[in-house]
C-alpha cells in the first residue's frame, strides 16, 4: 500500500472518540521516503483546522530547528503524531487513544521506513522510546530500536512556555545535524 493510499483510508477512521470533533484529521506531511521522521503529539486548533501538523506558533519553531540543520517538510522530512485527531482542548491523548491510533503510525512507519526518529516531545517519547522517559535527562541521546535511531527531544510548545530550554533543544538538533553526517544520509 502506498503512503496516500493508507492516509485515504485513514481518513475515515471512528475507532476512538476523538473523530467526533474533528474538523480535519491530520495524517502528516512531507517526503513520502524521508530519512528523517518527526513525530509529535496531536493536532492542536490551527491543525485541526488545516488537516497538517505543526502550523501553529510550536510548528513555527519546530520549522526554525529544522531549517536551521537543513531539514524542512518541503525537502526531506515527514512528519506525523502519535493521534491524528485533536484531542479537546489541547489535552494530552489518553493511552486508549494512542493505542487505537498507533496502527496507523506503525502503517505509516513502515512505509516511509525512515533511518532516524526524532520524538518531539515526552507523549511520543514514552510511547516510542522508554515509558518512563524523562526529556530533561533523556533528550538528545540515541536508540537503536530494530535497525532505526530514535531520540527525543523537547516539544516547542514546551520552549515557548520555557524559553530557557531553548539552546538545550538546539543541542539535540544538532546532534541530528552530526547523526545525519555520521551515517552519510544524502539530504
Ligand atoms: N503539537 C503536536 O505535538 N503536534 C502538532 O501537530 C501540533 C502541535
Redesign the pocket.
Known amino acids: 500500500m502506498t503512503l496516500d493510499e493508507l492516509e485515504n483510508k485513514c481518513k475515515n477512521c471512528t475507532a476512538c472518540e476523538l473523530c467526533r470533533e474533528r474538523t480535519n484529521l491530520?495524517f502528516g506531511i512531507g517526503k513520502k521516503d524521508a530519512d528523517i521522521m518527526l513525530i509529535?503529539?496531536?493536532?492542536?486548533e490551527?491543525?485541526d483546522l488545516q488537516g497538517?501538523?505543526?502550523?501553529?506558533r510550536?510548528?513555527q519553531l519546530l520549522d526554525k530547528f529544522l531549517a536551521s540543520i537543513d531539514l524542512s517538510r518541503d525537502k526531506n522530512v515527514y512528519?506525523a503524531?502519535?493521534v491524528k485527531c485533536r484531542p479537546p482542548k489541547?489535552r494530552d491523548p489518553k493511552p486508549e487513544e494512542q493505542d487505537m491510533c498507533i496502527n496507523w503510525l506503525r502503517k505509516q512507519f513502515k512505509i516511509i521506513n525512515p533511518k532516524i526518529v526524532v520524538c518531539?516531545?515526552r507523549?511520543?517519547a514514552q510511547r516510542l522510546i522508554d515509558k518512563d522517559f524523562k526529556v530533561t535527562k533523556q533528550h538528545g541521546e540515541f536508540i537503536d530500536k530494530n535497525g532505526t535511531l530514535f531520540m527525543g527531544t523537547y516539544?516547542?510548545?514546551a520552549i515557548l512556555r520555557n524559553p530557557n530550554n531553548k539552546e538545550l533543544a538546539f543541542g539535540d538538533w544538532l546532534k541530528v545535524r552530526d547523526k545525519i553526517q555520521e551515517l552519510g544520509i544524502e539530504i
Open positions: 491530520v509529535g503529539e496531536g493536532p492542536g490551527k491543525e497538517e501538523p505543526f502550523v501553529g510550536s510548528g512528519i503524531n502519535m489541547n518531539v516531545g507523549i511520543s516539544h516547542p510548545a
